[in-house]
């Protein structure tokens, strides 16, 4: 077990957003967290990432695992667009978790960045100002460092925001890929449930409460997939 929720409910401010959770995350699985808009899906990321405490229940983590460990990709929001920095700034700094006390960055942290950057198709972008980007291009470089951050655990939120179609198609490609060839346990916020059956390994789908956990092709048939995925 990497990470699990042990009945755990979580609110803001007193009001309870979504409860009853009852799952875990094994490394190397792919899990995506479908559901209608307000149904709790960017609540449980940041309960899992420990910046929301579990209103009851538990949050436990197993392996070893570490914040620093983790990736964490958050919703794309306006106020990210005027970022001040340089794009392998923004990068690098998904690895200051992992430096201790060391002041700088190692050449291990930088190769990884140009590793990321390049995975993504903006390599070319390493030396250009975050904030002159287009939104599209901005999402990448998030990717990128969300991906440098991740030792054993990715957490993204909704990652496709702001991409085109075919962008889209290729970056949950290289998701899959990554999690198969480097045994990254992947947990995904998507409302492209059609995707998320074709990846994943687990299916969540939430309406402040779990109404399926279990694999893409029994959600398929379930209730709740058919009506979801329009069949």
Known sequence: MLIACRNAAFAYEGNTVIRE????????????????????????????????????????????LKTEDIGYLPQYKAAQKDFPAGVCEVVLSGRQGGRGILPFYAKA????????????????????????LSGGQQQRVLLARAFCAARKLLLLDEPAAGLDPPATAELYRLIREINQNRGLAVVMVSHDVQT?????????????????????????????GKRFMGG
């Open 21 to 64: 959770l009852a799952f875990e995350v094994d490394s190397g699985d792919y899990l995506c967290i479908v559901g209608e808009n307000g149904s709790g899906k960017s609540t449980l990321l940041k309960g899992l990432l420990g910046l929301l405490p579990p209103q009851s229940g538990a949050v436990l983590r197993g392996d070893q």
């Open 109 to 132: 942290d930088k190769q990884s960045a140009m590793e990321n950057l390049n995975r993504l198709g903006i390599g070319d972008l390493r030396n250009a100002c975050y904030r002159e």
């Open 196 to 224: 998320a059956v074709k990846y994943a390994n687990r299916i969540l789908h939430v309406q402040g409460k779990p109404l399926f956990w279990g694999k893409p092709e029994e959600y398929a048939e379930s209730p709740e």
